[in-house]
């Protein structure tokens, strides 16, 4: 039995919301990695307006927020950013699209999680516009996808050069747009809107298959994603497809049901517009019904607000506020940053500040397998007392003496403090640790030793 297959993670609620962009300037289009595996960094890119240009900027997530770093890129407008986490390689993959030579090109740069991102590389050089690129790392190869003019196309990274540009479509009389790919059996799969319906290929035996419908209706049907469960092997993944559309009046958020591609459920049934659902590509109940978590805007209070859904065990799911400000808050994305704890995060874009900024909402969530996983290396821990409001004791217990570290991370993930020392007897040691310095809140305490990595949750209430 795969190991994450017994995990249960519990929701708590949703944190106020934290502005991850730049101050005082235009940001827009937030994108994080989709595919997120037991233990990886996360990445946030978006574009901003700086210098009268657009350029695209990112943010690294593990145990803290990195500072902000530009992505190199030409002198022309670079927009729609898009990012994924090679686990092989232990990099991050960002494509956009940039403007250069009067047309819009497809660029794309790495990095390792906390290095210097490399120059861009040119992906695309033809007449056509090439824009809305989308990218997914499946095995040993990196995969872009994008539309040229009227069609899809893709290319891939096998580790040494980049492929020439694949065609998925081939008909300039049919309008194709918005792809996006992810894993499907270990094979790139791509949704995308053609002619106001959405349709989906796979890559198998080296070419694309002939384009397929998913939902074909009179109505509007736009803004696909896709989720995946990437933790589970075959024949457990599973691979679903949610989009928007306005068949009954107004905008609801639907979704296909397990693999089969044919068969499609409404998630949201209301009289407002729920726009541009953006699942998580994470599994964490035993089951393997639907994707967990799914972020999306809504105009149900007037103004559009962003929301969650949240998938229970029986099938159903629950309606769970992220934002009400009365601003315009849209274009949500989901991300887990996986450690202990474990973070969900949603990031959107929001005009609340008289021009358009970057927020963040996360939720903390635990788990059974986590804590048994951990606490047979390192036994009776204890936080005391907790709530704490002037001293407190980390107590544990080693197999061996070595050295150990302790830091100290308030609730949104950055590093409050940090003590280094060395436990020269084995058994039961006790760190003290004076909270005087900390604000009432919830602070997360890391204990990492030459054995193990275990966290605690320490409330400071004076």
Avoid at 51 to 63: H, K, T
Avoid at 208 to 219: E, F, G, K, N, Y
Avoid at 315 to 329: F, S
Avoid at 376 to 393: E, T
Wanted: aromatic share 14%; charged share 15%.
């Amino acid at each position: 039995m795969h190991p994450l297959m017994t995990v249960l993670f519990f929701f708590t609620q949703w944190s106020a919301p934290v502005n991850l962009g730049i101050p005082g300037v235009e940001d827009r289009n937030p994108q994080t990695c989709r595919e997120q595996l037991w233990e990886s960094p996360t990445c946030l890119v978006w574009q901003s307006f700086i210098g009268g240009n657009w350029e695209i900027f990112s943010r690294v997530i593990s145990s803290y927020w990195t500072d902000t770093v530009r992505i190199p890129a030409g002198a022309g407008a670079d927009i729609n950013p898009a990012v994924a986490y090679d686990t092989l390689r232990n990099r991050f993959w960002c494509t956009w699209q940039g403007y250069t030579d009067n047309n819009w090109e497809i660029f794309v740069s790495s990095k390792t999680v906390y290095g210097l991102w490399t120059a861009p590389l040119r992906l695309t050089n033809d007449t056509n516009a090439d824009a809305s690129p989308s990218i997914c790392v499946i095995g040993t190869n990196v995969w872009i996808v994008w539309r040229k003019d009227n069609n899809i196309y893709s290319c891939f990274y096998n580790g040494t050069s980049w492929s020439a540009p694949i065609p998925v479509t081939n008909d300039p009389t049919i309008m194709n747009d918005n792809p996006r790919i992810n894993n499907r059996h270990n094979n790139p799969f791509i949704v995308w809107v053609r002619n106001r319906d959405i349709y989906y290929s796979e890559y198998i035996g080296n070419t694309w298959t002939v384009p397929q419908a998913i939902a074909s209706h009179p109505a509007n049907d736009t803004m696909p994603e896709i989720a995946v469960t990437p933790q589970y092997p075959d024949p457990y993944r599973r691979v679903w497809v949610l989009w928007q559309s306005n068949r009954d009046g107004n905008y609801e958020i639907y979704r296909t049901g397990y693999d089969s591609m044919n068969v499609f459920y409404r998630l949201t049934n209301n009289s407002s517009n729920d726009l541009t659902p953006n699942p998580l590509d994470y599994e964490v109940l035993v089951r393997y019904v639907t994707p967990n978590l799914c972020g999306f805007s809504t105009d149900r209070n007037g103004t559009y607000d962003i929301y969650s859904l949240f998938f229970n065990f029986w099938g159903g799911c629950d309606t769970v506020p992220v934002d009400i400000n009365p601003a315009q808050d849209i274009l949500p994305v989901t991300t887990m940053v996986n450690g202990h704890p474990s973070f969900l995060w949603i990031f959107w874009n929001t005009d609340r500040n008289g021009d358009w900024d970057i927020y963040g909402s996360y939720t903390t969530i635990s788990s059974g397998i986590q804590e048994s996983t951990y606490k047979q290396k390192v036994i009776d821990l204890a936080c005391l007392p907790n709530p704490a409001s002037g001293r407190c004791f980390f107590t544990f217990s080693l197999k061996k003496s070595g050295n150990f570290n302790l830091t100290i991370y308030n609730a949104t993930g950055e590093l409050v403090k940090r003590i280094d020392s060395e436990i020269k007897n084995p058994g039961k040691n006790c760190a003290e640790i004076g909270v005087d310095f900390l604000s009432n809140g919830v602070y997360f305490l890391k204990l990492e030793t030459d054995e193990s990595v275990i966290v605690e949750k320490l409330i400071v209430m004076k």
